[in-house]
């Protein structure tokens, strides 16, 4: 069964530190590219980074450069989310979701519905 867990969310000061993990079963990396959104409370949601399968190249939404970094291990078929410099705004719940052969604008398109998400893991930064 394909399956993305997220993981890492929690209760952080303004400034501080998350490292957030999706882990990937029955899906790879070779295959599959990898998104992170989120999704604040009334807000729609907003995907911001991701890493491309195959080549592992990686995408950021404007606003996510500079304080976002995505990463992916292949050996432990993970993508990882850094989150530095957190403010109240980044308070959501993140999810992480998959295509198959896609390219990330694809994916990170708020119209274009992922072949699969994983459940989602809550930050929130405290001021």
């Known amino acids: 069964e394909v399956q993305l867990q997220a993981s890492g969310g929690g209760l952080v000061q303004v400034g501080g530190s998350l490292r957030l993990s999706c882990i990937l079963s029955e899906l790879t990396l070779d295959e599959y590219t990898i998104g992170w959104f989120r999704q604040a409370p009334g807000k729609e949601r907003e995907g911001f980074s991701c890493?491309?399968?195959?080549?592992?190249?990686?995408y950021y939404t404007d606003s996510a450069k500079g304080r976002f970094t995505i990463s992916s291990d292949n050996a432990k078929n993970t993508v990882y989310l850094q989150s530095d410099s957190l403010k109240p705004e980044d308070t959501a719940v993140y999810y992480c979701?998959?295509?198959?052969?896609?390219?990330?604008?694809?994916?990170?398109?708020?119209?274009?519905?992922?072949?699969?998400w994983g459940q989602g893991t809550q930050v929130t930064v405290s001021s």
């Open positions: 979701a998959a295509i198959i052969w896609g390219e990330c604008d694809l994916l990170l398109n708020r119209h274009y519905e992922p072949d699969h």
């Open positions: 890493v491309k399968y195959g080549d592992g190249g990686t």
